[in-house]
């Protein structure tokens, strides 16, 4: 089982840029595809992006295509988001898991863009 921490939120304004780390403790990490899930305010928990076990393959979901960049140091363990061109409608909670994901989630990471 993989146990995951994820950092790096916080505020920021519209077009601004933050970077987000989840630290993955486990022995699966590697053989595991990871992913980036968000939840906003009232709405479900939706897929961001996702990476395969080497890293080389990549998939994200239409509204942060372009923007958004997932990447993975199995050295470290950790799984990371780039986000520029932050827009207001992607104020929401960001989690990180295994894809397909497991039971377990993290606590997230805020993150709250500004007009």
């Known amino acids: 089982q993989v146990q995951l921490v994820e950092s790096g939120g916080g505020l920021v304004q519209a077009g601004g840029s933050l970077r987000l780390s989840c630290a993955a403790s486990?022995?699966?990490?590697?053989?595991?595809?990871m992913a980036w899930f968000r939840q906003a305010p009232g709405k479900e928990r939706d897929l961001v992006a996702l990476?395969?076990?080497?890293?080389?393959?990549?998939v994200y979901t239409d509204s942060v295509r372009g923007r958004f960049t997932i990447s993975r140091d199995n050295a470290r363990n950790v799984v990371y988001l780039q986000m520029n061109s932050l827009k207001p409608e992607d104020t929401a909670v960001y989690y990180c898991?295994?894809?397909?994901?497991?039971?377990?989630w993290g606590q997230g990471t805020q993150v709250t863009v500004s007009e």
């Open positions: 486990g022995r699966t990490f590697s053989k595991s595809h």
């Open positions: 898991n295994s894809y397909p994901p497991e039971d377990y």
């Open positions: 990476i395969n076990t080497s890293g080389g393959g990549t």
